[in-house]
């Protein structure tokens, strides 16, 4: 099994326009991602997100109308208190295709495998049972 | 996989995992092999004020309840974290897997509401 990658598929009962548009649209990206976006998505650029103290920065890598959205971010967990731009970055992939009733949406988010051991430990910061427990000590003494 | 081995890890194997880290030295010798490892018995010595000897019986300790593993390289023992540094990754991905599941279910709520 891959370290380095999480891949989902899903039918929507809607047109790819439509899907396309949820996607694409900084404004409808927000609505669902539960992020307010402080510019629209292009190419190149780089776009602010955020929720409450939480910040991400969104670099949109490559955009094809109706059939592909990419952009580069930094991956869970998005602790406001640290500076991550020294990291490596997670691509995150948006692929639509037509399907039986729908669109099919494909996303993938790859490059695990570059983010430090220790990042994705503190992703178990909010998980005080079992292992938690455990990574959560290992944690102090790491950082 | 990854999750009924880490229930059977939270059960029966527990106890003796957590008495192995119920101590500061072998706490910091598995975040300095989280974070740089594998490394050698000299190396994870460095700077502990710890006898080689001590840390030696310190990293038999964690690999006797499987946290980490040695590997001969020369003349030296190299340890590294074991599997549960691939359960963390694993585990890791399936949060994140579950965040984009979250997320995919509200972009399915939000484009297919509308009709």
């Not at chain 1, 929507?12 to 404004?27: G, N, Q, T, Y």
């Amino acid at each position: 099994m891959s370290t380095d990658r999480i891949e989902k598929r899903v039918v929507l009962r809607a047109p790819r326009s439509r899907v396309w548009r949820a996607i694409s649209d900084a404004k409808e990206f927000g609505t669902w991602f539960r992020i307010s976006l402080d510019g629209p998505f292009a190419a190149g650029k780089t776009v602010r997100g955020s929720h409450g103290s939480f910040k991400v920065d969104i670099q949109v890598e490559r955009i094809e109308p109706e059939r592909y959205f990419s952009y580069r971010w930094h991956p869970y967990p998005k602790d406001p208190a640290v500076d991550y731009s020294a990291e490596p970055m997670t691509l995150v992939e948006f692929t639509l295709e037509e399907a039986e009733g729908g669109t099919a949406l494909t996303i993938v988010e790859s490059g695990f495998d570059r983010v430090p051991l220790a990042r994705r430990a503190e992703a178990f910061r909010m998980n005080t049972e079992g292992w938690g427990g455990q990574i959560k000590n290992l944690e102090r003494y790491v950082s | 996989m990854s999750h009924s081995r880490s229930a059977a890890l939270q059960a029966n194997d527990a106890v003796p995992v957590f008495t192995a880290l119920a101590d500061a030295t072998r706490l910091r010798l598995l975040g300095r092999l989280s974070v740089d490892g594998p490394l050698s018995i000299a190396r994870l010595s460095e700077g502990t004020g710890v006898t080689r000897q001590a840390i030696t019986r310190h990293l038999d300790a964690l690999g006797r309840v499987g946290l980490v593993r040695d590997a001969r390289r020369g003349r030296e023992r190299v340890f590294s974290l074991d599997a549960k540094r691939l359960d963390m990754a694993r585990q890791y991905l399936d949060r994140v897997a579950a965040q984009w599941d979250a997320a995919a279910a509200r972009l399915k709520a939000f484009v297919e509401g509308e009709d």
